[in-house]
T-cell receptor, first 114, second 121 residues
Framework: AQTVTQSQPEMSVQEAETVTLSCTYD???????LFWYKQPPSRQMILVIR??????QNATENRFSVNFQKAAKSFSLKISDSQLGDAAMYFC???????????FGQGTRLTINP | GAVVSQHPSWVICKSGTSVKIECRSL??????MFWYRQFPKQSLMLMAT?????????EQGVEKDKFLINHASLTLSTLTVTSAHPEDSSFYIC?????????????????FGPGTRLLVL
């Protein structure tokens, strides 16, 4: 079964600095998608970034970028120029091509220090 | 990105009553919708998957007679908590996914509603 591991239960960063959240996954599939979702105190799950496994280029969305290492099965999220609004729970998720269920990691709680 | 609404956002009800929660995809056709439950400080727990026009598939341990799911159209799914009890109090989140790129939705991507907080007294 596929699993997603986020080894950092909590992280903190100073406002305006850069932080990297780790995520590793286990799969024997070659075609899949990876996601980072953000869940702020409102508890709305917000899609931050999406990566297709067949694409070698790392996805980026403004201040958010990923380091996708397919061979190492690693999918870390880098947040540049951290802002107070980035404070949230971040979930890494995996889905096999053609599957329906997302597999979530345990989450990393990110605190932004002013 | 694609937008999913969920209503109501808050429900307080008496034990023994039934509560219906609606989930709508606003700008894309959702062939599949998902219902999750989330306990404080935990990840999401999938309860069931529903495909438009067919019966929902429930995860192991989820009572299908307790949590009734209907996915009658490509934009609407409902979760009814029947005969609710205090232990059903939780945060319920729906998500929706299109089969392929539809409207503003990207394939293989789940878009989440804002969630419903249920408190059963």
């Amino acid at each position: 079964a596929q699993t997603v591991t986020q080894s950092q239960p909590e992280m903190s960063v100073q406002e305006a600095e850069t932080v990297t959240l780790s995520c590793t996954y286990d799969t024997s599939e070659s075609d899949y998608y990876l996601f980072w979702y953000k869940q702020p105190p409102s508890r709305q799950m917000i899609l931050v970034i999406r990566q297709e496994a067949y694409k070698q280029q790392n996805a980026t969305e403004n201040r958010f970028s990923v380091n996708f290492q397919k061979a190492a099965k690693s999918f870390s999220l880098k947040i540049s120029d951290s802002q107070l609004g980035d404070a949230a729970m971040y979930f890494c998720a995996y889905i096999r091509q053609g599957a329906q269920k997302l597999v979530f990691g345990q989450g990393t709680r990110l605190t932004i220090n002013p | 990105g694609a937008v999913v609404s969920q209503h109501p956002s808050w429900v307080i009800c008496k034990s023994g009553t039934s509560v219906k929660i609606e989930c709508r995809s606003l700008d894309f056709q959702a062939t599949t919708m998902f219902w999750y439950r989330q306990f404080p400080k935990q990840s999401l727990m999938l309860m069931a998957t529903s495909n438009e026009g067919s019966k929902a598939t429930y995860e192991q341990g989820v009572e299908k007679d307790k949590f009734l799911i209907n996915h009658a159209s490509l934009t609407l799914s409902t979760l009814t908590v029947t005969s609710a009890h205090p232990e059903d109090s939780s945060f319920y989140i729906c998500s929706a996914r299109g089969r392929r790129a539809s409207g503003r939705a990207q394939p293989e991507t789940q878009y989440f509603g804002p969630g419903t907080r249920l408190l059963v007294l």
